[in-house]
Each structure stands twice: as structure tokens, then as C-alpha cells.
């Protein structure tokens, strides 16, 4: 049996805690109404997830320590409490101001996590490169937006933008706790019979952080869960973010679910 459990809120309260600067100068709060048209209006750095494409220094050669952050995708995300930077060992995170197209990060604090040695230097490189002044240039359109940033020493960060489940879906997430059974069930589906879906209930916890009694029966679930990749045998609880999808395509959902975090997991109960 192999369980792992986490506290619900370590997250968010981390991010608040350690990012306590909110951005001024990106006034652009617009959303779009459809994933098929990701944003509308000026480009907005908290609209995307900006993925590292390329890092040079002054002489325009690649950054060798940031390389796998290319290879592996490390993300840059920004919200109205500060960034956070994933995608090489640990999570990073802090305060920022964005105005008159300068980023001004505060220091980053992390997480404690070790591992292999190139990760462990990605994250050290990434960590004194976002810090200080930054000149930052947000071009490209919508559905392709870029973000440049350049550093005092000449050395240049590209990212390519991915827009958030905010800006596909319209809307801002409701936090939702699904318990996902073992197995998944029969549903009928128009265009797929014998369609096996996800069978999930929705948990609740106590303000100390306990789970509560089952408040609602078993039922399919119709569509995916974006991130989760289920395993039949194992029962899991997850923290998703539930969007309402405002103009979705025809015969889709009107509702999104995007993975958050695993909460629990056991693979000897039914």
C-alpha cells in the first residue's frame, strides 16, 4: 500500500508568504471567451505560461546551464501575487513589478528538493538570471505571443507563450477536491459506445485539514482531467481547478477540470 498525502494549502500559502509583490505596470487583466481565440486585446504576462525557447549571453552563444531548461520546458508564470519558475528541480518563486517595460524581480526563494546535478544547476542559473532589472519586450500576437527578456550583462531570455486555463477557458478556476475510483465505468457517449469514463465524487475537508464523510455518490466523469493520467487499481484524491468553459465547442463540456496537485493516493482500497 503506498499513500502520500499532502496539506492542501502548503502551496498557495508558500507563494503568498514568500511573492508579496504585486505586479503594477501590467494593466491588462483581459481574458478570451474561447480556447480557439487564447487571448484578446494587449498582450498580458499573467494571460500565458511562458516556456523557455532559447538563453544566450552578450556574444549570442546558448547558456550552457540553461539548455536542459530549453530541452525540458521550464515555465515562467505570472500572477497579480508574484512568479513562480517550474520545470527544472524545484519550484521557485517571488515578488516582481512589471511598468514602463521593465521587469523588476525580487529574490527567489525555493523549494528544498535535491536532485541530479544538471537540474540542480538549471535551477541556480535561472535563479540569478531572474533577479534585478530585466528589460522586457512582449511581442508576437495572440495566439503566438513571445516574451524577451534582456539582463544588464547583455545576456537574453526568450519564452514562448502558452496561454493559462484562465485565458482558454474564460473564467477564473473554483478549487474542487475529486476522489477518483480505482476503476473506470461504462458511459454512454454519442460517438463512442462503450466509452469508459473516469468515476470520480467530490470530497470536502474540515478547516483542520481532515476529510470529511462522503457527501455525494459515484458518477462518471465525461471528459479527462487535464495533467492526470489515471492507473487502474490505484484510488487517488485529487486538487483540481473546475473552470466553466464560456463558449465552448460544439458537443464539449461546459465545464473544464485541470490537475492541481495529487492529494492522496492508495491502491489497496476499492
Sequence with gaps: MKKILFLAALGGTLLQACAPVSPAGDASSAKPASASTPAVGPLSLTAYDWRLAAATDASGAPIAALEPGVR???????????????????????????????????????????????????????????????????????????????????????????????????????TVFLEVAPQRVVCSHPLMPEHRCLSVRERRYSEAGLALPPQEDWHPLYQSIDGYTHRDGVRTVLRVKRYEWKNPPADAPSHAYVLDMVVEQDASKK
Design 72 to 174: 525540458h520546458a521550464l515555465r515562467l508564470a505570472f500572477t497579480d501575487q508574484g512568479l513562480s519558475v517550474r520545470g527544472g528541480c524545484n519550484t521557485q518563486f517571488g515578488g516582481y513589478r512589471y511598468e514602463d517595460g521593465m521587469l523588476r524581480v525580487a529574490s527567489l526563494a525555493s523549494t528544498m528538493k535535491a536532485c541530479e546535478p544538471a537540474l540542480m544547476r538549471l535551477d541556480a542559473e535561472i535563479g540569478r538570471r531572474l533577479k534585478g532589472e530585466l528589460r522586457a519586450v512582449l511581442d508576437g500576437d495572440a495566439a503566438a505571443p513571445r516574451l524577451t527578456l534582456q539582463a544588464q550583462d547583455g545576456a537574453v531570455l526568450a519564452f514562448a507563450g502558452e496561454p493559462t486555463p484562465e485565458t482558454r477557458y474564460g473564467s477564473a478556476g473554483e
